[in-house]
Every structure is written in structure tokens, then in C-alpha cells.
């Protein structure tokens, strides 16, 4: 009850702050209570009355009837496959690049470091064009490749590698290295565990970029069998305004947000400080 | 280097590299430059030229993409939509995101269960959050005309109409997008030396005077990076756009970046649609420039 004591002291602005904050907070929830309403109401009955949605009956049918007709399985594990494999091949270029030019002096370094900063200014869609013809060139539309391979070099994982492991003191690898042990070892033995949470910052970042990225799976993944989730729910969605089967709809973004929203709920420290992190450089 | 030196002796230099060792950032710079540079060249070569994609036939034609650009009444709608866009979207997502961090900066359970549902509709794909929107927005059927009609006013049809499109595809982002500010408002926050907080008391400092003289000014930089970050994230708005009302109705809610996509994959101009993307491109390379100068700058007010 200290916290009742608490507001009961406050100062009328601060009061007034918290109510509106309060107001807010249900006008967030809304949206999200609305839809799980009709997403669990029989779609013939939003049909004659849309007012319905906050009363009984509730039936689970568009939950079952999505297991049985929806590709909703199929683009789930093409977002699943595309962005845990983008993420990884993130996590190995950036680690290896950012030990590079953290630790090996060779000859221009800070030349060839700014040269690849320099991309961090391209925002990814000025170049979609020239992208999606370069793969157009290899036939590789409608592959996992088309979908992964770009934005692996992502300047930004060279900034934040680069920048961590500059501040892990030399003197730890310095014994490593008077025992003439490789660089590789040394980056895999001593440096690269000290990175995790760096690794974890950027890891997160990227995967819920790619699991939300919209533009280029648009244009790379034109057959439905290759769609991701975001692509594939964006063409389910194309006749809303005259489709009868609401419930049904709003079954599937219930369905396709909860997976996301509950590993968010428990890695919520981690995915806060990544996307935070990735904000601020 | 042997490991036989004699105590006292100078440690023996090591040599600072080798070749094969540039295989550590080997892989990035190919990737880098055939996934990055070379297809930001390729574009700006592309926006000089006509390209046809389906007969594989290009024409170098100077700048003609350039003028029908500027002259293209669609894309000059296209620009000014976004720079509304903008100017209606950062506002709110700045002051609410502040107001939230303010009340939220706390030790309870219940801002922290606050934060939580703020920052949770962020980690939602743009899909995700536009089908959830459009059955809000639904004309009759959804959840706000049904709330317009209980209280009277009647159903707008929010994304059907040309002045009010905008502002529904706006509050939607803002709804995506709070939990951001918010997050980095409360990690500034509690950046602020609680003693400055102490002092004040003793003087005997209205809440309102320690806010703007104190809270505000010590995370006045955050404040001003939140409005660069904002300002680059939502120039570059697509998704919501191209869901909600595909640029409709009558261009009113068409962005800059919609355009090049139409342009680019709907009318397979290619060349047009490039010309368009370097536009974009100079826009977003002045913003990143905004960015590094104020997050660079050491003093706070």
C-alpha cells in the first residue's frame, strides 16, 4: 500500500500527469482488447451486428478454422529460417570485422573503418531498385538467398562491434599473443566471449528488424510459398473492407503477433536495451 | 618472438599484423560493397538512364528523369504528404513519449506493467499493426465508428476520406511507435544526479519549476536526438502507408518512399523510380548529418 500512500501526497500536476498517462495506457490496450474480442466472435454475427464484440457468445472457431485453411505455418517458417539465418550471418561479419579493425593494425585502417561508416547514411530504401534487379540478374527472386543475403554487411554491426571491442584492454590477449597463438584463437577464445553482450544488442536488433521488414520481402518473394509472415498477412489483409470473415482476419494477427509479443515479455530487459542501443549509436 | 627473453630485457615487439589476418574483415567489405556501395552506384547510374525492364532496353537520357520528377504532380503531393506526415507524427510521439517517461520513471509495479504495454506494440510487425488498424478504422463495422455512432456523431470512415486519411495512418504510428521515445526519455532520465533533485526541494521548487528547470535541460540532448531519430524514421514511412490506403484516396496519403516503390515495381520504371531515390537519399544523408552533429555535441544546457 506504499504506493497509494505515495499518489495520495502528490501534487495536483503530477496528478494530472498520471491520469493522463492512465487514459493513454487504456487507449493502447483498446485496439489490442477489440481485436482479440472479435477474433473470438462468429463472423456471420459481426456481419448483422458489429456492436457485439463486447458481449457473449465467444466461440474459438477462427482459431480452429486457421489451422486448417491458412499458409499461416508455411510463411512463420519462412520468417522463422530468414531471419534467424540474416542474424547469425550478421553476428559472424560484424564480430569478425569489428575484432579486426578494433585489434589489427595493418596500413589504413581508419580510412577503410570511416569507408565502411559511410554506409550508415544509405537508408536501405534508396536502393531497392538497383537490389532488386541485381538479383533479378541472378534469378534468385523466391529464394532464401534473395530474402537473407542483403543488409549482412550492415555498417551499424561494424560500428557497435568495432567500438566494443576497442574497449576491452589489449593487455587481456597480450599473453595469448606472446604465446604465439593465432589470431583467430585469440578472437575466439578470449575476445569474442567478452562480446556477448554486444552480440546480444545487435542480435536482437537485427532479428526483429528482419521478422518486421516489409519492403524488400515485398518485392524479392512474389510466390505465396516463399512469402514471410509479414509479406503473407500484408495479402490476406488486401479486401478487409469488404470481407465478411473480420473475425477471421483478426484471428490471424492474433495469432501472428503472440509468438513476438511473448518473447518479448520475457526478454524484455534485452530487447529494450538493444532497440534503445541501436537508437542512440 | 621467443619466450626465452631475459627478465629485465625490453618485451619483445610484436608484430602488429599479418597478412592472412585480413580475413577478418575480408568478408564484410565484399559483402559491403556488392550489397551496399555498388547498388547505391548503380542507382544513382540508373537514375541518369531510361531503363526498360521487361525488354531489358536502356538509354542514357541526362537528367529527363529529374525533370519529369519535379514536374510530376503525384510526386510533388508525394513530398508534401510526407513532410506532413512528419510534421503531424514526431510532435506527438516526442511530448507523449516524455510525458509517459516522466510518470513512468518509477519503482512500481504498475509503471512498470505501463512500460511494458507501451513499448509492446512496437516489437509488432507494420502487418500486424495495420490489420489490427484497419478493423479499428473499419467504415460502420469498426471499433471507432462504432464508437463515433454510440455517441452520436456517426461514422467517419477515417481511411476513406482525403483530409482525414493521413491523420488515421498518423495515429496508428504513433500507437507503433511510442515505445521508442519513451525508452530513451527513461534512460535519460535516470542519467539525472538524483542531488540536483534534493537541492531543489530544499528550495523549495514547485514540481513545474524542477521540470523545466532542471529535468528538461539535463536531458535536452536526448530530447533533441529523439526529434532527429523520429524525424529520419518517419520520412521514410512505407509500410503503413502502402497497407492502410496504397497512397489513397485521391494521392492524400502517397509518401515519398511509396512513390519509388509504385514507380519502381508497379510501373516498372526503374530509371524514374531511382531519380526518386537519390532525393531521398541527399534528404536522409543531410538528416544522418543532423544525427552525428547532436549526438556529438558534449554540453548540456
Known sequence: MATAGKTVGMPLGERLALIAVILLAIL??????????????????????????????????????????????????????????????VLIVSCLAGYGFARIEFPGRNAVFIFSLVGLAIPGQAIIVPLHSFFNAFDLHNTYAALIIPGIATPFGIFLMTAYFRAIPAEIEEAARLDNASRFKIFWAIALPLAVP?????????????????????????????????????????????????GYLMAQSVFAGLPMLILY???????????AGAAIR | ???????????????????????????????????????????????????????????????ENYQ?????????????????????????????????????????????????????????????????????????KGLLDNFLNAIG????????????ALVGIAVTTVWWGIGLPMVLFLAALQQVP???????????????????SITIPSIWRTVVLVIIIQIIAHFQVFGQINLMTGGGPNNSTRSMVQFIYESGFRQWTAGFASAAAQVLFVIMVIAAGLQFWASRRKQEF
Open chain 1, 198 to 246: 554486444a552480440m546480444a544488442t545487435l542480435g536482437i536488433f537485427t532479428f526483429l528488424g528482419t521478422w518486421n521488414d516489409y519492403l524488400w520481402p515485398l518485392i524479392s518473394a512474389t510466390r505465396p510459398e516463399m512469402y514471410t509472415l509479414t509479406v503473407g498477412l500484408a495479402a490476406t489483409q488486401t479486401n478487409i473492407d469488404q470481407s465478411e470473415g473480420l
Open chain 2, 153 to 164: 456523431v456517426g461514422g467517419i470512415g477515417i481511411l476513406q476520406d482525403p483530409n482525414l
Open chain 2, 194 to 212: 538524483g542531488e540536483i533533485y534534493e537541492a531543489a526541494k530544499l528550495d523549495n521548487a514547485s514540481p513545474w519549476q524542477t521540470l523545466w
Open chain 2, 1 to 63: 618472438m621467443s619466450r626465452t627473453s631475459q627478465p629485465g630485457a625490453r618485451a619483445p615487439k610484436l608484430r602488429t599484423w599479418h597478412w592472412p589476418e585480413l580475413l577478418f574483415i575480408a568478408p564484410f567489405l565484399i559483402l559491403y560493397v556488392t550489397f551496399l556501395l555498388f547498388p547505391m552506384a548503380w542507382g544513382f547510374w540508373m537514375s541518369f538512364n531510361y531503363y526498360d525492364l521487361f525488354a531489358g532496353f536502356s538509354e542514357y537520357i541526362g537528367l
Open chain 1, 28 to 89: 493502447w490496450l483498446l485496439p489490442l482488447v477489440w481485436v482479440t474480442g472479435v477474433s473470438l466472435k462468429n463472423n456471420t454475427e459481426l456481419v448483422v451486428n458489429p456492436g457485439a464484440v463486447f458481449s457473449a457468445p465467444y466461440t474459438i472457431q477462427n482459431y480452429i478454422d486457421l489451422t486448417k485453411t491458412s499458409a499461416l505455418g508455411t510463411w512463420f517458417r519462412n520468417s522463422l529460417i530468414v531471419s534467424l539465418s540474416h542474424t547469425v550471418l
Open chain 2, 68 to 140: 519529369q520528377l519535379f514536374a510530376d504532380q503525384i510526386y510533388r503531393r508525394a513530398v508534401v504528404n510526407t513532410f506532413v506526415f512528419v510534421a503531424i507524427t514526431v510532435p506527438p510521439l516526442v511530448i507523449l513519449g516524455l510525458l509517459i517517461a516522466l510518470v513512468l520513471n518509477r519503482q512500481t509495479w504498475w509503471s512498470a506493467v505501463l512500460r511494458t504495454l507501451f513499448f509492446g506494440s512496437t516489437v509488432l510487425s507494420v502487418t500486424i499493426v495495420t490489420l489490427i488498424w484497419r478493423g479499428v478504422y473499419l467504415p460502420q
Open chain 1, 265 to 275: 515479455i520475457f526478454f524484455q530487459k534485452y530487447v529494450v536495451r538493444a532497440v
